[in-house]
């Protein structure tokens, strides 16, 4: 697969501002993990233009749908940027963009069984992984 010159770019971006091992999941698994502010219970999975899917980090059980959405002034964000600004958003803001997200079970809009899918191949990816920083 192809990736285009707008993604090209936004990767680099994403590659300047997120840590190592997030830029490398998301090369790899096409999305992130990102720990809420709870003291490691729960994370959120970050899918580009999907919602928000927060999860129990010990049990994987799968908790909310958080539909938020970036804009660009035109066309779509290339994925990457759209990754990021959800990122960037949660690592900064996380209660005001939970405050103003729209809410919904898990299965609302991501299947739970893929869900479980990429929690269970996202574990295994951090262990491969243990040494990206």
């Known amino acids: ?19 190592a091992r997030e830029c490398a ?5 096409g999305f992130v993990s990102v720990e809420g502010r709870s003291g490691g219970r729960y994370a959120y999975l970050i899918y580009p233009h999907r919602p928000l899917l927060a ?3 010990g049990s994987g059980r799968l908790l909310s ?4 959405r970036f804009r660009d002034e035109g066309d779509r964000l290339p994925d990457a ?7 960037l ?3 900064g803001r996380e209660r005001e963009l939970i405050a103003t ?14 869900a479980r899918r990429d929690l ?3 574990r295994e990816w951090i262990a491969r992984n243990s040494d990206v920083d």
Request: a negative charge; aromatic letters at 6%; hydrophobic letters at 40%.
């Open 89 to 91: 958003a949660i690592r």
């Open 101 to 114: 997200a729209n809410v919904n079970r898990p299965g609302h809009q991501i299947d739970p069984d893929h």
């Open 55 to 57: 999860y129990e980090t």
């Open 25 to 29: 999941m998301y090369a790899e698994l």
């Open 1 to 19: 697969m192809s990736v285009d010159t707008s993604e090209l770019r936004a990767r680099e971006l994403m590659r300047a501002v997120a840590p």
């Open 65 to 68: 749908e958080y539909c938020v």
């Open 120 to 122: 269970r191949r996202m």
């Open 81 to 87: 940027d759209d990754v990021l600004a959800r990122w």
